[in-house]
């Protein structure tokens, strides 16, 4: 999360001093490519520039000799760091901090200077932007309607040539690359999104235009929103293709890149411009719906992503120029759909996948699924068969607890198409935790299986999930069985360790999570206290509970730790966590019970007694500190449905505290729920004062 705090120098970079125009710039910038060509790659170097006052500017080198736009030039970041590579260059030690607030002053003022003197586009019309288009548009039907293979064939014929194609062929590559985590998929990615990009850059508006104050011609802006894109494509990738800290600045330093050329394009284009989303006879005529609609997409995906960043990373993130704010994100998303242009059912897709997936982890309760049936009805319209409009129709049924319609469309959904069975592993995950819901325990297991054999993704999860769903299946089967002493599932347990992957250069925390239960199994003599129950709050699927079975989980819960087990002793861990799910089970069952008469005076202190039994255990827990910091979360919440803000205030603070003593398991995760709280909280505040 470094950012812009990077700075280096090829062993050809010379420096430029004393530039004092547009013009001297331009041609000592030419000199200075010409010069250094030969020690340059396919990828650009980061070069820094330096005027008579001394103030840094940016400025990147690239193969083709393609200066960098005006957008470029306003977010103060080069347009590609595949320089930062081992090929012979050095990362120097970051500035002072000083010096980078006052660099990103500088770009600022250069940002608003340019916004107010950069003359309108120009509009040649003689140019036919739109020539390959068709294809591009029979392509994205041909996805929607499942028949990837045809639309890959149509993208790969003229992805060397054409920069639209290069990007929808990459944007397909970089899909299956995450969804199969296949180091092949991601290098093939990777190679046809550097197409993609050295085909925008061509096209882009050269900088020595853009010091004279040239209008850019409507190619050279579409280019600049195409680069953009590639450019963020090409980032997600970089988290994947390698577990190095350089993977993990140049794909930092690409995001960092493409969010700035997406919020130049949107204040250019869209607010400067007056468009509206309910007046779109305010289109100017050379803006397609295109166009706009990619300018939506990525500018609102970026604020809703930089929205749920905690504090204290944001303010590291507002020193290099990125702030979020999730109402503008979704704003500009819904623009983007009303525009109904090429990139308008990705902005639909963004917008579900923030309600049914982002909103489900952070605040389950308070979801949008009005949002998400109309959009999935009106693309579902368009396109009957589309899997993945059909998937996000069953998550919705779900959220819903509507378990037998999800249930019904998800098999739909694995029917629909059979070309891309990634797809298929989307919905067994939903499948499976819909069957734990029913408490179908062995279905359960089934459906963790088949993930385990077939998805790349997190292994270790999935084969975690496998036994904890195998330990309830074999408790529940005879009542006499107090705890799981059974070889096959102590074998799985075993295995878990096995199978952790790193995700940019990191394990991941609920595989972190996995192993260190597993291993708490086997020193436990093979024993843990209700694992599938713990593993349903830790994935949040508690929220999907109806009343009946919350209350039966409860009953099982206090059956353990009332009655106790036979031949095992409760350590504070086991008993800490038994109370936490009881407190939270009884939390919702408040929110769901609105027309019982006990909800107010009974659910709520229930839930309070148990968290605070939970609580109580913090100094005698030895292993899961997780109970803690979880449990302040889940009071603070308590208290904030009660209506006493300052108490959850107090419980966040001290939520905070134990994050600063001690790491625990899913630490981030609690985080951004805490974040996600607070900001509730202080909206609260403010509309009753």
């Known amino acids: 999360m470094v950012f812009g705090l990077f700075r280096q120098r090829s062993s050809g970079e010379s420096s430029l001093e004393g530039s004092d125009n547009a013009d001297t710039v331009a041609a000592d910038l030419h000199e200075m490519r010409l010069s250094s060509q030969q020690t340059l790659r396919n990828d650009s170097v980061e070069r820094t520039v330096r005027n008579e006052s001394g103030e840094g500017l940016l400025e990147d080198s690239r193969e083709a000799t393609a200066p960098s736009t005006a957008l470029e030039g ?33 770009i ?53 040539t054409d920069m639209h194609f290069a990007l929808g062929y990459g944007a397909m590559l970089t899909f299956q690359a995450i969804m199969t985590y296949d180091s092949r998929e991601i290098e093939k990615g990777y190679s046809i999104l550097a197409k993609g990009l050295e085909l925008t850059d061509s ?84 803006l397609s ?23 204290k990373l944001l303010k590291l993130l507002e020193l290099v120029g990125l702030q979020g704010d999730t109402t503008e994100g979704i704003k500009a998303l819904s623009q983007g759909v009303d525009f109904d242009g090429l990139r308008s059912p990705f902005c639909a897709q963004a917008i579900i996948a923030y309600e049914t997936a982002f909103k489900f982890h952070l605040d389950p309760y308070n979801m949008n699924l009005g949002a998400v049936d109309k959009l999935t009805t009106k693309y579902l319209e368009r396109h009957p068969v589309c899997v993945s409009f059909k998937f996000f129709a069953g998550r ?26 990634t797809m298929h592993h989307t919905c067994w995950f939903e499948l499976m935790w819909i069957s734990s819901l029913e408490q179908k325990w062995n279905e359960a297991a089934e459906y963790a299986e088949r993930l385990f054999g077939a998805s790349n993704w997190s292994k270790t999860s999935y084969l975690y999930l496998l036994a904890a769903f195998r330990h309830a299946q074999f408790v529940d089967s005879d009542p006499s069985r107090k705890y799981a002493n059974n070889p096959n599932i102590t074998t799985l347990f075993k295995d878990v360790k096995e199978y952790q992957i790193r995700v940019a250069g990191k394990r991941l925390q609920i595989e972190k999570y996995c192993v260190r239960k ?19 709050y830790i994935w949040g699927i508690f929220s999907l509970l109806d009343l009946a079975t919350a209350k039966d989980f409860i009953d099982k819960c206090n059956d353990k730790l009332v009655n106790g087990i036979t031949d095992v002793q409760l350590c504070p861990d086991d008993r800490g966590l038994g109370h936490l799910m009881v407190g939270v089970l009884w939390k919702h069952c408040y929110l769901l019970s609105k027309d019982e008469p006990e909800r107010d005076g009974s659910y709520l202190q229930k839930a309070e007694d148990s968290l605070t039994l939970a609580l109580s255990y913090e100094k005698q827990i030895s292993l899961d500190h997780f109970i803690i910091g979880w449990g302040n979360y889940e009071t603070a919440e308590l208290h904030w449905l009660k209506g006493d803000n300052k108490k959850a205030m107090e419980y966040i603070k001290s939520c905070k505290k134990v994050s600063s003593k001690i790491k625990y398991s899913l630490e981030s995760r609690v985080m951004f729920k805490v974040h996600n709280l607070t900001e509730r909280i202080k909206r609260s505040t403010r509309s009753t004062t």
């Open 74 to 106: 306003d977010t103060g970041i080069p347009a590609d760091v595949n320089a930062i590579s081992g090929t012979g260059d050095t990362v120097n030690q970051p500035g002072p901090l000083i010096d980078l607030i006052e660099q990103n002053r500088t």
């Open 518 to 536: 597993a291993r708490s199994f086997k020193n436990q003599n093979n024993f843990l206290f209700l694992p599938a129950l713990e593993a349903m």
């Open 289 to 311: 719906n295109d166009f706009l609609s990619g300018i939506c997409l990525g500018y609102g995906c970026f604020q809703i992503a930089l929205s749920m960043v905690p504090p």
């Open 108 to 160: 600022e003022r250069e940002s608003n200077l340019s916004a107010m003197t950069t003359p309108e586009m120009i509009v040649d019309p003689n140019l036919d932007i739109n020539m390959n288009m068709e294809l591009v548009h029979k392509s994205l039907v041909l996805l929607f309607d499942n028949k990837f293979h045809e639309a890959e064939d149509i993208l790969k014929k003229h992805y060397e």
């Open 203 to 286: 096209k882009r508006q050269k900088r020595t235009d853009y010091l004279r104050m040239k209008a850019p011609t409507y190619e050279e802006v579409v280019a600049e929103l195409l680069y953009a894109e590639t450019l963020l494509l090409t980032s997600l990738l970089s988290f994947t293709q390698s577990d190095s800290v350089i993977s993990m600045i140049k794909g930092a330093v690409k995001g960092r890149t493409s969010y700035g050329i997406y919020k130049d394009l949107h204040n250019k284009y869209v607010v400067k411009a007056g468009i509206s989303r309910h007046n779109k006879s305010t289109i100017p005529e050379y």
């Open 396 to 421: 919705a049924e779900e959220l819903r607890r509507d378990l037998k319609a999800a249930r019904q469309t998800f098999e739909n959904c694995i029917m629909l198409q059979d070309e891309w069975v």
